[in-house]
């Protein structure tokens, strides 16, 4: 009997198993739910480890172009269609003063940067990067010191970058060869400075009457800027308060408040780390709350946004490593996960820096002078070549799976975007599971749809496929299906990212 009832469970187990998932997923171009800010694909350049110096910056490469960036990094940039890049820092900025990374390179000093223990040449300053920016066809956002800096450090800065001749800053600009202002737009006023492992941490009180006046003081000296608050990235029991905190007392004068967030699959548990974004779902959810609450209470006429100004697959790579993670095919379907919950949230996230660009927990790396691609840049590259337009609600039904302190997540995470302009549709869909394709309907609801669909698609055969110097695992493949205009049914393939592409008639 008891050989019966073994088999008996046996057999369901099997049958569980080889059972194929159904899912469906019902679009209508009509449920907007907000436009899509292209500084949703920015990313991070710090002077950390061989970000900088050997990263995008290193003269004696033979990639390197008249002022000492590699072009390969300048293109592959391009190629990921980054639109903002953060810069200096990070945890380096609470320690920099710009002044050194100006004028003639020999007469600069070295310093130690307390942040990550290297020494800083500063031959990488203000207009270097601006240089850099420019070739690289992104829009510049600089980060001030609000942990060992001045008030004045932080309103000279913007003086520097961007008044026109006549003024000593703008004047000393113009000596070191930069005539016409930088026009910089984008400003944030300091860097986590609610951690304790930061210098000059500060509670948010002290944070915010610091902030509110360097913010005055940079707003006078221009006031087209837009300012980014530093919020919370300690996500222990007071973040909430620290974010309510610093919105109420900057309010009148931030456009944004800034989140961080990495993720780490540290107890290799496939499951649990797929469900890790549900976390920046629900930290986006109560920011934008806050906002609106203290937007309700005083009255604020004027938007406040948020700028998720850091954010990753981090958890290997420390110390002595100098954060040169190594990404595999799992890594990728989280940075696509990140990439739709911002999507999801258009209305509210208007700006989005992956941390950092290359070489230090990058999507491009440099091995012996050539540069490769990691296998997150690919879903970054597909995201924002064709993620623009407008944000659309989808309804998606599928099975859940409940791991750790994560209750019913769902197997598939999507996203969905329409481009009036061009009349065209993105589904964007990680399937989760780790072993299993999913049969999806997928029905629209309004309009019309073509009659093929484009399909690019990012997977590879194990989940722990890496790509090296010498082979690219993983990668965009592309393809053509046929489809009918009211719905069609598509398999998403276990642990893969899927963008569909349809023209609507």
């Not at 110096?53 to 990639?63: A, L, T």
């Amino acid at each position: 009997m008891k050989k019966v009832i073994f088999l008996v469970a046996l057999l369901a187990v099997v049958s569980a198993q080889s059972q194929t998932l159904k899912a469906r997923i019902k679009i209508d171009t009509e449920r907007k739910n907000g436009s899509i800010d292209s500084l949703l694909y920015g990313n991070f350049t710090e002077h950390l480890g061989r970000c900088i110096y050997g990263g995008i910056y290193d003269p004696k490469s033979s990639m390197a172009n008249m002022d000492g960036f590699r072009k390969d990094v300048i293109d592959a940039t391009k190629k990921m269609g980054v639109s903002i890049v953060r810069w200096p820092g990070g945890n380096f900025v609470s320690g920099y003063h710009w002044m050194d990374g100006i004028g003639a390179k020999e007469q600069r000093p070295k310093r130690k940067d307390l942040a990550w223990g290297d020494i800083e040449t500063n031959q990488v300053g203000t207009d270097e990067f601006m240089q850099f920016a420019k070739a690289a066809n992104v829009a510049p956002y600089v980060c001030v010191n609000m942990g060992t800096g001045t008030l004045d450090e932080a309103r000279n800065w913007v003086e520097y970058c961007n008044a026109p001749t006549g003024l000593y800053y703008s004047d000393l600009r113009a000596k070191n060869g930069h005539p016409e202002p930088y026009n910089v737009k984008y400003w944030g006023l300091g860097n986590e400075v609610d951690g304790e492992w930061q210098m000059g941490h500060m509670n948010a009180e002290d944070y915010s009457k610091k902030a509110l006046e360097a913010a005055k003081l940079m707003k006078w000296s221009d006031n087209s800027i837009k300012l980014i608050a530093s919020g919370s990235s300690n996500y222990g029991s007071d973040w909430m308060n620290w974010n309510r905190t610093v919105l109420t007392s900057l309010r009148d004068q931030i456009d944004y408040i800034s989140l961080h967030h990495y993720s780490g699959n540290y107890d290799k548990d496939h499951y649990k780390f797929m469900a890790i974004t549900s976390r920046v779902d629900n930290i986006i959810d109560i920011t934008k709350g806050m906002i609106k609450e203290v937007k309700t209470r005083y009255r604020v006429q004027r938007p406040i946004y948020i700028a998720f100004d850091e954010y990753n697959v981090w958890y290997r790579a420390h110390g002595e490593q100098k954060l040169e993670e190594h990404y595999n095919m799992q890594d990728a379907l989280v940075v696509a996960m990140y990439l739709n919950c911002f999507i999801r949230h258009a209305d509210i996230v208007k700006m989005a820096n992956l941390a950092q660009l290359v070489n230090v927990i990058a999507p491009m790396m440099i091995t012996n002078d050539k540069l490769w691609m990691q296998t997150t840049y690919y879903p970054l590259q597909l995201f924002s070549e064709n993620c623009h337009g407008e944000s659309l609600q989808p309804f998606v039904e599928c099975d859940t799976y409940d791991a750790g302190d994560f209750k019913q997540v769902p197997y598939l995470d999507v996203s969905s975007v329409y481009n009036e302009k061009t009349k065209e549709l993105l589904i964007n869909v990680v399937n989760r599971h780790k072993d299993k394709a999913i049969e999806t309907n997928i029905a629209n609801q309004f309009g019309q749809l073509g009659t093929k669909a484009v399909v690019y698609e990012v997977n590879s055969s194990d989940i722990n496929d890496e790509n090296t110097v010498n082979e690219q695992k993983v990668k965009t493949t592309e393809k053509e299906i046929n489809i009918n205009g009211a719905g069609f049914v598509y398999n998403f393939p276990a642990h893969s990212f899927t963008m569909l592409k349809i023209k609507m008639k």
